[in-house]
């Protein structure tokens, strides 16, 4: 893969990114903003952009969503198949909304 296709690449998950936030805002806000691991604040910010700024938003050479998992454990907890898997979606979730949402600084 050339660096061209990199980039292209990039734009589209921010795209889709972007596009499935918003979704999942219009469709239920409280839990859009509880799976999405962000502040109200970004929340709002990615709710309201007009189709132009999301279009150009997704054009940044940087991806704009990252992983909410920095806990190595908690993603193969999450990634592990088991006879228990119910319980390690539903203790993923605990251990998930005890972080706090994500803020630009």
């Known amino acids: 893969m050339d660096e061209r296709e990199v980039l292209e690449t990039v734009r589209e998950i921010n795209l889709s990114y972007l596009m499935l936030a918003q979704h ?12 999405l691991g962000l502040s109200s ?3 709002d910010l990615i709710h309201t952009l007009s189709p132009a700024q999301t279009i150009k938003l997704s054009q940044s050479e940087d991806i704009v969503c990252d992983f909410r998992f920095d806990d190595a454990a908690m993603l193969s907890a999450l990634t592990t ?3 228990g898997l119910d319980a390690t979606a539903t203790h993923a979730a ?3 909304a005890a972080l706090p949402a994500r803020q630009f600084a």
């Open 41 to 43: 604040q970004m929340a």
């Open 94 to 96: 605990i251990l998930l």
């Open 24 to 35: 999942m805002l219009n469709e239920d806000y409280a839990e859009g903003l509880f799976k």
């Open 81 to 83: 198949v088991d006879k």
